[in-house]
C-alpha cells in the first residue's frame, strides 16, 4: 500500500534494555496534521509506553535532520541521544538554519551523531519526489 507520505522514519531505542520501544513514519497526510512528523509519533509512541512525558537515557534514530518542531520536542522529552542520516538544508534545526539559537541547549543536553547511510536515504527521497513531479 503507498501512503504518499514523505518518506522519513523515526525510532526510540532503549539503550539499557536494548531494544526499540517506538518506531513510526510520517503521518502528516493520512492525519490531516502538520505535526504528525516521524520524530513527534515516535515520541507521543514511546512516552506512552512507558507512561511518562520524559524519556530520560533513550535514544533516536531519524531519516532526516529534525526541524524545529521536532528538536524542540526532543529536547522536551529529555532524549539521550540522537542520530540522523541525512542534513536537511532547509529546515533542519540540529546542525543547519536553526543551529545557531539552538546549539547551546543540545549541546548541553542530548549527543547528536549524523551521517550515517546517506546514499541509501538520499536516494529514498530522490526517488519518491521524482514520482511526485
Not at 49 to 65: A, Q, W
Request: proline share 4%; net charge positive; glycine share 2%.
Amino acid at each position: 500500500m503507498q501512503l504518499n507520505e514523505v518518506p522519513i522514519a523515526a525510532l526510540i531505542y532503549d539503550p539499557r534494555q536494548k531494544k526499540i520501544i517506538s518506531k513510526s513514519h510520517n503521518l502528516n497526510k493520512k492525519k490531516f496534521n502538520p505535526c504528525a512528523h516521524a520524530e513527534i509519533e515516535a515520541i507521543i509512541k514511546a512516552c506512552k509506553k512507558i507512561k511518562s512525558p520524559r524519556l530520560d537515557g533513550f535514544d533516536i534514530f531519524c531519516t532526516v535532520e529534525p526541524c524545529l518542531m521536532c528538536a524542540s520536542v526532543i529536547l522536551q522529552s529529555k532524549i539521550r541521544r540522537i542520530y540522523f542520516s541525512l542534513e536537511e538544508k532547509k529546515t533542519g534545526a540540529l546542525i543547519n538554519n536553526y543551529k545557531l539559537s539552538f546549539k547551546k541547549e543540545i549541546a548541553q543536553k542530548i549527543k547528536v551523531y549524523y551521517g550515517f547511510n546517506e546514499k541509501k536515504f538520499s536516494q529514498l527521497l530522490k526517488n519518491f519526489f521524482k514520482k511526485k513531479r
